[in-house]
C-alpha cells in the first residue's frame, strides 16, 4: 500500500468515525429507553468501534511517516499495533456481552420491542452506508478489521429488528437475550481470528500466503542464479513484506549481476508482493554464512536450510 491509498483509508474512516459518532448516541438513548440487551450490548459494541476508529486513523496517519534512524523499517508496525488494541478490546466487550445475556437470561426484565425495531432500522441503513464506504480499502489491517466489524454490525441490526418483530407478534423476550448471545459470536470470531494475524505479524511469521518451498524454486529457475539459501521472509505490515537471501550465482560481470539483481527483485514483487529485498550475491555455496567458516562450524539457529518443510 503506497501513501496515497493510506490518504485514502484515513479520509473514508474519518467519514466512518462521524457516521458511528452519531449513530452511538441515538442506540445508547434508545437501549436505555426500550431496556433492550441487544441494544445496549451494540451501543458497547459500537463504543469500542468508534474509539478503533479513532485508533485506526491515528495508527494509518503514523505509518505514512518517513523511515529514520529510528525505526529503520518507517513506522508500519503502528498501525498493526492499533489493530491489535481494536480486536483485543472486541474480545473483552464480547465476553462482557455474554456475561450480561446469562444474567438477563436469569434475571429476565421487559423489552419494549417498538423502539429497538426503529433504532436496528436506522443502525442498519449506517452501518450498510460504512461497509460501501470502505469496502475498496480492505488490503488493509486496520481498514479491513473495520469492515469486518460494521458488516458484522449490519447483521446485528438485522437481528436486533428481527428481534423486535418476534416479540411484538410472539411475547417471547428473551429472543433478545439470544440475539445478544449471537452478536456476541459474531464479534468474537472476527476479533480472534484478527489478533492472530496482529500476533503473526509481530512474530515475524512468513505471511501465509507465501511458501518458502515456492519462493525459492521461482528464485531458482532465473538465469544466472545457481542456489539459493538462508532466506528469511516477514511482514513489516500486512502491506509490507521483506525478505533477505543468500544467492549463489555464476561468474558475472558488474552489468551482469545489476540485471540479475533487478529481476530478483522484480521477480519476488511480481509474484510474491515482496516489495523490500536484500539479496547477498555468493559464488560458491553459502560461503558467506558465519556458521560456514571454520571457527563458526556450529549451525545456526536462525538458518532454515536443513529444515525438512522448507
Given at each position: 500500500?503506497?501513501?496515497?491509498?493510506?490518504?485514502?483509508?484515513?479520509?473514508?474512516?474519518?467519514?466512518?468515525?462521524?457516521?458511528?459518532?452519531?449513530?452511538?448516541?441515538?442506540?445508547?438513548?434508545?437501549?436505555?429507553?426500550?431496556?433492550?440487551?441487544a441494544l445496549f450490548s451494540d451501543s458497547w459494541h459500537l463504543i469500542t468501534d468508534f474509539a478503533s476508529l479513532i485508533i485506526s486513523w491515528w495508527g494509518l496517519k503514523i505509518a505514512t511517516k518517513q523511515a529514520d534512524c529510528k525505526n529503520t523499517f518507517g513506522y508500519y508496525r503502528y498501525s498493526v499495533l492499533t489493530a491489535l488494541i481494536n480486536n483485543v478490546s472486541?474480545?473483552?466487550?464480547?465476553?462482557?456481552?455474554?456475561?450480561?445475556?446469562?444474567?438477563?437470561?436469569?434475571?429476565?426484565?421487559?423489552?419494549?420491542?417498538?423502539?429497538?425495531?426503529?433504532?436496528?432500522t436506522v443502525g442498519l441503513i449506517v452501518n450498510?452506508?460504512?461497509?460501501?464506504?470502505?469496502?475498496?480499502?480492505?488490503?488493509?489491517?486496520?481498514?479491513?478489521?473495520?469492515?469486518?466489524?460494521?458488516?458484522?454490525?449490519?447483521?446485528?441490526?438485522f437481528g436486533v429488528l428481527l428481534g423486535g418483530i418476534v416479540i411484538i407478534f410472539t411475547g417471547w423476550s428473551k429472543v433478545d437475550t439470544l440475539l445478544s448471545s449471537i452478536l456476541a459470536c459474531l464479534i468474537l470470531k472476527s476479533a480472534v481470528k484478527m489478533t492472530w494475524e496482529c500476533l503473526r505479524i509481530f512474530l515475524e511469521s512468513v505471511p501465509g500466503n507465501i511458501s518458502i518451498l515456492e519462493l525459492r524454486s521461482t528464485v531458482?529457475?532465473?538465469?544466472?542464479?545457481?542456489?539459493?539459501?538462508?532466506?528469511h521472509v516477514w511482514a513489516i505490515s500486512q502491506e509490507v513484506i521483506a525478505?533477505?537471501?543468500?544467492?549463489?550465482?555464476?561468474?558475472?560481470?558488474?552489468?551482469?549481476?545489476?540485471?540479475?539483481?533487478?529481476?530478483?527483485?522484480?521477480?519476488c514483487y511480481d509474484k510474491f508482493g515482496i516489495a523490500h529485498t536484500t539479496?547477498?550475491?555468493?559464488?560458491?555455496?553459502?560461503s558467506s554464512c558465519f556458521h560456514n567458516k571454520i571457527d563458526h562450524q556450529k549451525q545456526c539457529s536462525l538458518c532454515i536450510d536443513l529444515c525438512p518443510t522448507g
Open positions: 500500500m503506497n501513501d496515497i491509498s493510506i490518504h485514502q483509508s484515513q479520509r473514508k474512516i474519518f467519514v466512518s468515525i462521524g457516521l458511528v459518532g452519531g449513530i452511538l448516541v441515538l442506540k445508547l438513548c434508545f437501549a436505555v429507553l426500550t431496556n433492550s440487551l472486541l474480545i473483552t466487550i464480547s465476553l462482557f456481552i455474554f456475561y450480561k445475556a446469562v444474567d438477563r437470561f436469569l434475571h429476565p426484565v421487559a423489552v419494549e420491542p417498538q423502539g429497538m425495531i426503529i433504532v436496528a450498510l452506508a460504512i461497509v460501501l464506504n470502505l469496502r475498496k480499502n480492505t488490503n488493509n489491517l486496520n481498514v479491513r478489521s473495520a469492515f469486518l466489524h460494521f458488516a458484522g454490525d449490519a447483521l446485528a441490526d531458482l529457475v532465473i538465469d544466472g542464479v545457481r542456489g539459493v539459501s538462508d532466506i525478505m533477505t537471501a543468500h544467492v549463489w550465482v555464476k561468474e558475472l560481470s558488474k552489468e551482469d549481476t545489476l540485471e540479475l539483481l533487478h529481476n530478483i527483485q522484480h521477480t539479496i547477498q550475491f555468493e559464488y560458491c555455496a553459502c
